[in-house]
C-alpha cells in the first residue's frame, strides 16, 4: 500500500530544490561563459535613452512602493555603480506605475542613486505591460484592500551598446562579483570595436 504523504512530500522537495537554485539560475542556464542568462535580442524599439556607442544599460522594470524585488533590485544596482565607478554603465530604471511614480519622485530616487540612474515614465500602465512584454517580461496589476501591487520579475537586464539584449538576471539574489566581471568582459568587448 502507497503512502498517502509521499506524493505531497515528492512535490515539496520539488519545490525546495527549484527555490534554492534560483538564484544559481543564470548561471546555470547560461552559455557557461557568462554568469548571466546570454539572450541575443534586439531591443530597438525599446524606449531607452540615446547613448553613445560604449555604454552599456543595465535595465529594471518596477515601481518605488515596491516593497519586496524593487529596493533590493535598486541596491544591487547601487552597488555596481560604486564597483564600475569609471566604466560605462548606466542604470535605466522604468516605470511599470506611471500613476504613482511621479516625475519628481522618480527624479529624487534617481538623484539618490547616482548621476549615472536614469528613470523612464510610461504614459500608462498599459504603455509600461509594452515595454516589459517588449523585453519578454510582464506586469500585471494585484488589487489590494489598500490600493494595488504590481506583479513583476524584478529581473535585471543588459542592453549593449548596439541596442541588443544581451544578458539578463533573474534573481535579486545575485552574486555581485560574478555580474561585475559579466560587465567588464561585455565592456572590453565593445571597448575594443572602437
Same mark, same amino acid.
Given at each position: ?12 522537495l ?5 527555490? #534554492? ?5 543564470p548561471?546555470?542556464?547560461s552559455?557557461?561563459? /557568462? ?10 524599439e ?13 535595465? #529594471? ?11 533590493? &533590485?535598486?541596491?544591487?544596482?547601487k ?9 560605462p ?18 527624479? &529624487? ?8 540612474f536614469?528613470?523612464?515614465r ?25 490600493? /494595488? ?6 529581473f535585471?537586464? +543588459?542592453?549593449?551598446p ?6 539578463? /538576471? ?8 560574478? +555580474?561585475?566581471?559579466?560587465?567588464r ?10
Amino acid at each position: 500500500m502507497k503512502a498517502k504523504w509521499l506524493p505531497a512530500l515528492l512535490l515539496s522537495l520539488a519545490v525546495s530544490v527549484v527555490l #534554492f537554485s534560483l538564484p544559481f539560475l543564470p548561471a546555470l542556464l547560461s552559455d557557461g561563459n /557568462y554568469f548571466g542568462l546570454k539572450r541575443k535580442t534586439d531591443v530597438g524599439e525599446l524606449a531607452l535613452p540615446a547613448t553613445d556607442k560604449q555604454t552599456l544599460s543595465l535595465v #529594471f522594470l518596477g515601481y518605488l512602493q515596491c516593497g519586496t524585488v524593487c529596493p533590493k &533590485q535598486l541596491l544591487n544596482l547601487k552597488v555596481l555603480d560604486e564597483r564600475l565607478k569609471n566604466a560605462p554603465v548606466r542604470f535605466i530604471f522604468i516605470s511599470l506605475d506611471p500613476e504613482r511614480d511621479t516625475s519628481t519622485k522618480l527624479k &529624487q530616487t534617481m538623484q539618490a542613486l547616482g548621476e549615472r540612474f536614469v528613470a523612464v515614465r510610461p504614459e500608462s500602465f498599459q504603455a509600461a505591460q509594452k515595454l516589459a512584454m517588449d523585453l519578454m517580461d510582464s506586469a500585471a496589476i494585484r488589487p489590494t484592500s489598500q490600493s /494595488y501591487e504590481i506583479d513583476h520579475s524584478g529581473f535585471l537586464y +543588459v542592453v549593449n551598446p548596439a541596442r541588443q539584449l544581451e544578458l539578463v /538576471y533573474t534573481s535579486t539574489a545575485l552574486d555581485l562579483d560574478r +555580474v561585475e566581471q559579466d560587465l567588464r568582459r561585455l565592456i572590453n568587448r565593445f571597448d575594443d570595436r572602437k
